[in-house]
């Protein structure tokens, strides 16, 4: 064989191999939540948000095991998250109120969390408690861009 060949071959195989490697979902940004190592309601949640994305399993059976999470803790940051989350996906949108409504309530400093409650707020018809939600949190956190923006947009 020519030294050329060899190095095209080599170079193809090794092409092969990178792409091979390559993840084959996109990169889904997700906010962070501080957890205990090792927690079996983390564990849990993590599992029923795997099937649903995956698209491995039945999505009811994976929504069952975070409601699950809350029956055992009522304010499981995860679980309520990511429930609230599937409620928007699925036009869901009361469901999507009461979750958001939890988590800024537990964690009033977090924006994303407001944010995504007084979109579901507007959602529902109620653009004067999107808007109350949004400057109530702006009133505590004037700096806060995406609240900001959504408040001016209303």
């Known amino acids: 064989m020519k030294k050329s060949t060899v190095i095209a071959f080599l170079v193809a195989v090794v092409f092969a191999v990178v792409l091979w490697q390559l ?3 996109p990169h889904q940004d997700t906010p ?3 957890s205990e190592e ?3 309601l983390d564990a849990k949640v993590d599992e029923a948000v795997a ?3 995956n698209g491995e399993g039945a999505p009811m059976q994976a929504i069952g095991m975070l409601l699950e999470v809350l029956r055992e803790d009522p304010n499981h940051e995860k ?3 990511w429930l609230g989350n599937f409620s928007m996906m699925s036009g869901q949108w009361d469901k999507a109120v009461d979750r958001f409504h939890q988590l800024s309530q537990l964690h009033p400093e977090n924006e994303i969390y407001t944010l995504n409650k ?3 707020l507007l ?3 109620d653009t004067a408690a999107a ?3 949004a400057n109530n949190y702006l009133n505590t956190y004037p700096e806060a861009n995406r609240i900001k923006d959504f408040a001016e947009g209303l």
């Open 23 to 25: 993840p084959r979902t």
């Open 32 to 34: 962070e939540i501080a």
């Open 38 to 40: 090792g927690n079996p």
């Open 51 to 53: 099937i649903i994305q």
């Open 79 to 81: 679980a309520l998250l």
């Open 118 to 120: 007084s979109q579901a």
């Open 123 to 125: 959602q529902v018809g």
């Open 131 to 133: 808007l109350l939600s």
